[in-house]
């Protein structure tokens, strides 16, 4: 079992960045793929970005491709969303989520975080 805690969540100006950073405990972060949802209200889930065990393979929907980058640490155990130039449909709660195992994907993930809220204001 992996816990999930996320941070980095606020407001931001349109156009402006913020840095999601999901910490989970264990000793087998390694093992899993990690991955970003984020849920608007009165909207599906959506999967962001994925990133694999070693973190050289990255995953990304169209909405978010070349503003968003998704990055790991393993040794800090550690997930981050970087999310630059960013748009008021980018308002959302932000979900940090595993899956044990190499495959790169959006969605089927196992373990998930409590969130953290994003809100862009134009």
């Known amino acids: 079992q992996v816990q999930l805690v996320e941070s980095g969540g606020g407001l931001v100006q349109a156009g402006g960045s913020l840095k999601l950073s999901c910490v989970a405990s264990?000793?087998?972060?390694?093992?899993?793929?990690m991955g970003w949802f984020r849920q608007a209200p009165g909207k599906e889930r959506e999967g962001v970005a994925a990133?694999?065990?070693?973190?050289?393979?990255?995953l990304y929907a169209d909405t978010v491709r070349g503003r968003f980058a998704i990055s790991r640490d393993n040794a800090k155990n550690t997930v981050y969303l970087q999310m630059n130039n960013m748009q008021p449909e980018d308002t959302a709660v932000y979900y940090c989520a595993a899956v044990l195992g190499t495959a790169l994907r959006l969605y089927e993930y196992e373990h998930w975080g409590q969130g953290t809220q994003v809100t862009v204001y134009s």
């Open positions: 264990g000793r087998t972060f390694n093992s899993y793929a």
């Open positions: 990133i694999n065990w070693s973190g050289g393979s990255a």
